[in-house]
Structure formats: structure tokens, C-alpha cells
């Protein structure tokens, strides 16, 4: 302790006897650190020079040989880009395809020491940056190309107008045709696009089917003029072309029946191509693009969905369109075939009504657990739908389920399984019926008469509903009703021993022919009787006792007499013929049975119907020809 304190004696008194005199003589004066002779050189490169392709730009910077470079930054656009500065020099790289054509700004900031020697500058505290800012320019597209004013269809072609008004700063010229994957470029000289228009006379728009993944590769096209320089393309405003698949018409048209022919529409290009193809009918052929017929020599059946398959065909091989197939069947409305909204209903029958000249059918609409419900639609001869009647429950659709007219009051007769109904024909409206209180009786209604077959009581009888007078009576076990013509005159009564037909006459039976021991089916209109028996269809007049017969088919013949033409169509399965009882002329012809319907009737509905009426023969798919 001691010594420290001799210590701090010794030293007070050296310090009281040392002096400096602060004056500014005593102050040395060092220089600041400055850059006057640091700046930066961008070699081989004059402000505002075009750069379109990628370059290495070299720098270098001067400063003496004191100061030292830190380190080095380049900014294009102010954003940093990479470059490599060693010794007194620098490289980067200018890439003009990155940048919009205009100017583009370029700054090299240089960060080295000051070389003042000063403590600050030895321990690279002391630095100065040195900038320099330079401007280039880009310019790699070519000038705007003029926009699409028009493009219109004439006389079969198309024609494409644009502006005349436009830079000519591009080294070439096209007009441009863009479909959906595919760019088709024509050249165009400077003459050509001084003209402002072109004729494309290639260009042809169709759509295919759907069913096809490249169907609408050529259903549109884009129209625009490109121009084209060394670096790059622009193109103007484009407008569009597209096709309409309503403006090709196809109809199918009925010639008789062992041919058929189609006739098309122009396609709105027809003049930039010559021929569609068609595969229709089971042929291959061509045909004008300007629209056109061609007939089929083979039978069409009746019924039968005929798609037409159509496209362009073209002599450009890198273009193939696909097949157009009509989904829908293209039918000709007038003097041939004609549409009727019948398909998608489950039609049990129909008739022709000759007094009101209208079509009458049996629709059957829905079902509950245990019935079925339908309405009668009465059809103007037009087939359009006029009305309809009440709701109908019924228990069976497959059993008994029917309509008839009755010639003699004009009225309608149904029978379902368990009831037998009369509607006036003027209201649709049920005015009388018969049924079964235990809902265990099949009903036929005709006329005045009542056929009736009782499985409770095991019983069958025939009365005349307007007197009340039971005409036959016997077991079930014995007899049978078979058939009740229309205007309820003729009864078919089968027996454990015989098979006859007879004649209502005065509330008695009068035996008019001898079906035993005849495998038959028949149809009755008025007092002509018409029966097929193996291969053999005959008609009897039963009033004066003539026959007349034809061939065919073997058995299980169907047979439905038109009055109006007195024609008698006949029909088996799929093979059918209609026989004029005047002239004996007979035209036979197929059709379409197999339905096939989807929904809630598909376990029902599974037979198409072919019907005569007022010499129209009818096919339930909604396909109709009128014969005469």
C-alpha cells in the first residue's frame, strides 16, 4: 500500500512540471479521402445502343493503386443481375429477350477503399462508391400488326378484310388461321397486305360427333395478321368464324318401300370444297357440297333409326374431319315420312277415329304398388296433341288392356283386366262402365253388348246391355269368350268341343262360320272377317259368303283393318304387309319391333306397335307414312 501511494506522488509531480501549447500551428491538416480520379468504363458501348441479342458486356475501373476494390454491383432496371469483377475489370451479361422492346436502364455500382492511409482506411472502415448509369435500348418485335375488321361467308367462301393502316417495321408477313390446336400461316407479300383483303378459299368448318375426342378441331377459326422480325412476332386483333351445325339439313325421305332417299342442304363453304362423303343406308358415296339426293334401292324398316354419316371431303391431307352421325333420325315431314311424340310414351294402342279424322291412343302414364294408371291422348291427324282424358287405374297392362271405336255410335270402348268403360268421343269423358266388385271379371265392351268372364263364379255371359237380356250363358269350364267385334255384331265363343263364330242377331246366336279344328287368328270389321290359318291369310265377306286369301307368313298372324282404305294390315313378329281388299295388291315390308324402354316401365314396355289408319301406317316410335 505503501508503494502505490510513492508512486502516485512521483507521477503528479512530473505531469505539474510537462506544458503544450494548443494552438492551431500544432494541428496537422490530413486529406480527406476523394474519387476525382475513380471511374468507370463500359467498354465497346455508347449510350442508348440497340442490343437485341444476348451480349457479354466488359468494364473496367480506374482508380490508383492505392484504393482496392470491396466489391462490384450491376442493376438492369434496378434489379441486380450477376457479374464477375476481378482486377480492374468486370463482366456481365445483357440477355434482351428477357426485357419488353423500349429502354432499359444499366447501373454499375463500384465500391472500393479510400487509399487515404488513414486508421479507418487500414481497417476498411473508409470506402467510397463510385456509379454509373447507362441507357440501352431494345427493340425485337416487329411493329403492331393492323387488326381484323370483318370476315364474312360470300357465295360459298370466305373473305377477310383488315386495315391498311400500319407500320412496316417486320421482316415477314402472314395472315394467321388458328383453330383449336392447330395455327395455319399464309404468307402475305407487301402487296398482298396492302390490299386490306384475301380470299380464303381452303378453309372449311364442320363439327363431328361428340363421341369423338378431336370432333370440333375444326368447328371455329380465328382470323389475324402476324408479323414476324428476327427476334420475335406480334399479332393484331383477331376475329372469328364459327360453324353452325343447323345450317346442314339432312332429310330421309320415303320413295316406297323397297327405297328411301336422303337429301342434304349446301354447306355454307360449299365453294372451297366439292363433295361431302356419306356412309349411309349401309353405302359409301359422295356427295355436293352444294346440297343434293341420293336414293337408297333397299327396303327401309319401318321404324328403324337411320343416322346419317357425313363429312367434308377435302384434298388437304394434313386435315381430316370426323364423321358427323346424326343422333336424331333427319326425317322428311311432308309427302314422306312424319314425327310424332310417341317414343318416350308407353303406348299400349291406337286408333283412328274416322268421324273426327283424329288418332286416339292408350297411354299408360305411371304405376302404384298394385295398379296402373292411363289416359286416353287423342292426336290431331297432324299427330299434334290435342288433349287428353281423366286419369284410368287398371290392375294388368299386359292382359286385356285395349281401345276400340265403335262404328255405330262413334264412341270409345276400353277394357282394362276388371272394368269395361264407354267414352264420348266429343268430351273424353266416361259415361258408362262395368265392373266386378271383387275386382275378379274380365270385361269386353262392344256395342250394346257385354262379354263377360266370371273366375269367382266360374262363370261366363254374354247380355245385351240395353234390353239386359242374357244372349249365352255357360261354365267357364266349358266356355270361352275368344273375340267381340267392334260393333259388338260377332262372338267368338270357344268350347271344350268346338271353336264357332257367330252373329248377334235379335239377342240370338246365329252360327256364321266353323273355326274347329283351325289353328286361326282373326279380325272382324263390320260383316268382313279376316283369318289366317298356317301360311295362309283369308277374307270373308259374311254376308255374301266370298273368299279371298294371299301367303303369309306361318303362324300367330295379327291383323288390324282400315276402313278408310280398306286395307288390312297384317303383321308377325317383325315382317308385315298390308293387302287392298279392292285391287288384292299386297306390299309387304319389316319393322322395327324390340323397344327396349329404359325407366319405370323397362320390364313392360318392350314392343313397338305398327297400325293402319285412314291409310297412314303408323310405327310407335313416332314414325309415320302416309301411303297414298
Same mark, same amino acid.
Given at each position: ?45 455508347? #449510350? ?153 378459299? =381452303? ?61 342434304? =342442304? ?240 235379335? #239377342? ?19 260383316? #268382313? ?35 278408310? =282404305? ?63
Amino acid at each position: 500500500m505503501k508503494k502505490k501511494i510513492v508512486l502516485i506522488v512521483v507521477m503528479s509531480f512530473f505531469l505539474m512540471r510537462c506544458s503544450y501549447d494548443f494552438t492551431p500551428d500544432n494541428f496537422i491538416d490530413l486529406e480527406q479521402p476523394i474519387n476525382d480520379t475513380n471511374y468507370i468504363n463500359l467498354v465497346n458501348f455508347n #449510350n442508348l445502343d440497340t442490343i437485341n441479342n444476348q451480349k457479354v458486356m466488359r468494364y473496367y475501373f480506374q482508380s490508383p493503386n492505392n484504393q482496392s476494390t470491396i466489391e462490384s454491383k450491376v442493376y438492369v432496371d434496378n434489379r441486380q443481375i450477376n457479374a464477375y469483377f476481378s482486377g480492374q475489370s468486370g463482366t456481365f451479361i445483357l440477355r434482351p429477350q428477357t426485357y419488353d422492346d423500349g429502354i432499359h436502364n444499366i447501373r454499375i455500382e463500384h465500391k472500393f477503399s479510400s487509399g487515404s492511409g488513414s486508421i479507418a482506411d487500414q481497417a476498411g472502415l473508409e470506402t467510397l462508391t463510385e456509379i454509373a448509369s447507362y441507357q440501352f435500348f431494345v427493340k425485337r418485335l416487329p411493329s403492331s400488326p393492323p387488326p381484323i375488321e370483318n370476315v364474312e361467308i360470300t357465295d360459298g367462301t370466305i373473305y377477310v378484310k383488315w386495315s391498311t393502316d400500319y407500320e412496316r417495321d417486320f421482316t415477314n408477313a402472314y395472315l394467321s388461321l388458328k383453330f383449336k390446336t392447330r395455327e395455319i400461316k399464309i404468307p402475305l407479300s407487301n402487296d398482298q397486305l396492302a390490299l386490306g383483303t384475301y380470299n380464303d378459299q =381452303s378453309t372449311v368448318l364442320f363439327e363431328g360427333s361428340s363421341r369423338y375426342s378431336n370432333f370440333d378441331e375444326y368447328s371455329s377459326v380465328s382470323y389475324s395478321i402476324l408479323f414476324e422480325s428476327d427476334y420475335g412476332q406480334s399479332y393484331g386483333s383477331p376475329q372469328s368464324l364459327s360453324y353452325d351445325p343447323s345450317s346442314i339439313t339432312l332429310e330421309v325421305s320415303f320413295l316406297n318401300f323397297n327405297s328411301y332417299k336422303l337429301t342434304w =342442304s349446301a354447306h355454307p363453304l360449299y365453294s372451297n370444297f366439292e363433295n361431302f362423303e356419306f356412309f349411309f343406308g349401309g353405302e359409301f358415296f359422295l356427295g355436293s357440297s352444294s346440297g343434293g339426293e341420293y336414293s337408297i334401292s333397299s327396303p327401309y324398316i319401318i321404324g328403324s333409326i337411320l343416322s346419317p354419316n357425313i363429312r367434308p371431303k377435302v384434298n388437304n391431307f394434313e386435315i381430316q374431319f370426323e364423321f358427323y352421325i346424326s343422333d336424331d333420325f333427319p326425317l322428311a315431314n311432308s309427302n314422306s315420312f312424319g314425327l310424332a311424340n310417341l317414343n318416350p310414351l308407353f303406348l299400349k294402342e291406337i286408333v283412328y277415329h274416322p268421324s273426327t279424322n283424329n288418332f286416339y291412343a292408350l297411354i299408360v302414364e305411371d304405376r302404384s304398388v298394385s295398379e296402373y294408371h292411363f289416359r286416353i291422348y287423342e292426336y290431331s291427324f297432324e299427330m299434334d296433341l290435342l288433349r287428353t282424358s281423366n286419369l284410368i287405374s287398371c290392375y294388368r297392362v299386359h292382359e286385356s288392356l285395349n281401345i276400340t271405336i265403335n262404328p255405330d255410335d262413334n264412341n270409345i270402348h276400353i277394357d282394362t283386366y276388371n272394368y269395361a268403360y264407354e267414352m264420348d268421343i266429343s268430351t273424353l269423358q266416361i259415361i258408362d262402365q262395368y265392373t266386378d266388385t271383387l275386382s275378379n271379371s274380365k270385361f269386353i265392351y262392344r256395342g250394346n253388348i257385354l262379354a263377360r268372364t266370371d273366375y269367382s263364379n266360374n262363370q261366363v255371359t254374354l247380355t245385351n246391355v240395353t234390353n239386359n237380356t242374357v244372349i249365352y250363358s255357360a261354365p267357364y269350364n266349358f266356355a270361352r269368350f275368344g273375340y267381340l267385334s267392334n260393333n259388338g255384331k260377332y262372338i267368338l265363343i270357344y268350347t271344350n268341343s268346338e271353336n264357332k263364330l257367330y252373329r248377334i242377331d235379335n #239377342n240370338q246366336l246365329v252360327e256364321v262360320f266353323d273355326f274347329s279344328n283351325i289353328n286361326f287368328s282373326l279380325e272382324i270389321y263390320g260383316d #268382313n272377317l279376316f283369318y289366317a290359318s298356317s301360311n295362309e291369310v283369308f277374307f270373308v265377306d259374311l254376308i255374301n259368303n266370298t273368299r279371298k286369301s294371299f301367303s303369309f307368313g306361318a303362324t300367330q298372324q295379327k291383323f288390324q283393318f282400315d276402313s278408310s =282404305s280398306n286395307k288390312l294390315l297384317v303383321y308377325q313378329s317383325d315382317r308385315s304387309a298390308i293387302y287392298n281388299i279392292l285391287t288384292e295388291d299386297i306390299v309387304r315390308f319389316q319393322f322395327e319391333p324390340n323397344k327396349s324402354a329404359r325407366g319405370l316401365f323397362n320390364q313392360e314396355d318392350r314392343d313397338y306397335l305398327v297400325r293402319l289408319g285412314n291409310d297412314r301406317l303408323i310405327h310407335t316410335r313416332g314414325i309415320y307414312i302416309d301411303l297414298n
